[in-house]
């Protein structure tokens, strides 16, 4: 079984950071993929960043410049730096990793339980 787990959430004032993490654990062969979506109150689910084999990121508009996504193979955790940071980036923030499971060629999507990201004015 493969689990995502996130942490970094919190409540932040404007312009300020938070960096939040996205562990995955189980057998795990490889993470090939990694994003992060949000989704805020009424509003639909929209991607932020998303990070492949491609070496380079894709980021929503909205965020580009302010932004990061990284990842640590070795740890299997796939970061979101959030930098000048404002209200509306205000959302529960998702990850979603596309994993290879060891013993197999298959891949599957998996997503963590959702981390609450607040900025305040």
């Known amino acids: 079984q493969v689990q995502l787990v996130e942490s970094g959430g919190g409540l932040v004032q404007a312009g ?3 960096r939040l993490s996205c562990t995955a654990s189980g057998s795990i062969s490889s993470i090939n993929a990694g994003a992060w979506y949000r989704q805020a109150p009424g509003k639909q689910r929209e991607l932020v960043a998303r990070l ?12 580009k410049g302010r932004f990061t996504i990284s990842r640590d193979n070795a740890k299997n955790t796939v ?10 980036d205000t959302a529960v923030y998702y990850c979603n990793c ?3 499971k060891n ?8 997503w963590g339980q959702g ?5 305040s004015s």
């Open 16 to 18: 300020g950071s938070l």
């Open 52 to 63: 492949s084999s491609d070496p380079t990121p894709n980021y929503a508009d909205s965020v």
């Open 79 to 88: 970061y979101l730096l959030m930098n000048s940071l404002i209200p509306e």
């Open 98 to 100: 596309i994993i290879r």
């Open 103 to 110: 013993g197999g060629p298959e891949q599957y999507s998996y």
């Open 115 to 119: 981390t609450q990201v607040t900025v």
